[in-house]
């Protein structure tokens, strides 16, 4: 009956090389996997509606992730120095903004420009899709 991962749970995990969400998790809190320097697999379900502020901060060996479509909220800093993420696949890219500024669809359904999106200007904000 899990729901949530409460913000620092696997923070500073060096050693933690992939993680599957487990089914029924619906918020993934802030810093939770922040400098996992090893962590290269993440497997989010599709129940997961929010990915807290620097969730991933410094998994600097991720190199790619699915956002479900359940995902509404993406708060600042989620992946920022994640410098080897460059493949980012949004199952719904229709609607989001970042920082109240539309992001194109278009963009975001390319997978290398949804990850530079990702760690670019974009970054410092929170996401959202309505």
Do not use: H, M
Request: some cysteine; hydrophobic content about 35%.
């Amino acid at each position: 009956g899990v729901t949530s991962i409460e913000g620092g749970a696997f923070s500073d995990c060096s050693s933690l090389t992939s993680i599957t969400i487990p089914a029924g998790v619906t918020s993934i809190g802030n810093y939770t996997f922040r400098d996992c320097s090893s962590l290269t697999s993440i497997t989010i379900p599709d129940s997961v509606t929010s990915i807290g502020e620097c969730a991933f901060w410094d998994c600097s060996k991720l190199t790619s992730i699915t956002i479900p479509d359940s995902v509404t909220s993406i708060e600042e800093f989620a992946f920022y120095g994640c410098s080897n993420l460059t493949n980012v696949t949004f199952e719904n890219p229709d609607g989001w903004k970042a920082g109240g500024t539309a992001l194109a669809a278009s963009a975001l359904s390319d997978p290398s420009i949804a990850a530079t999106y990702l760690k670019s200007k974009y970054y410092v904000k929170a996401w959202t899709r309505s």
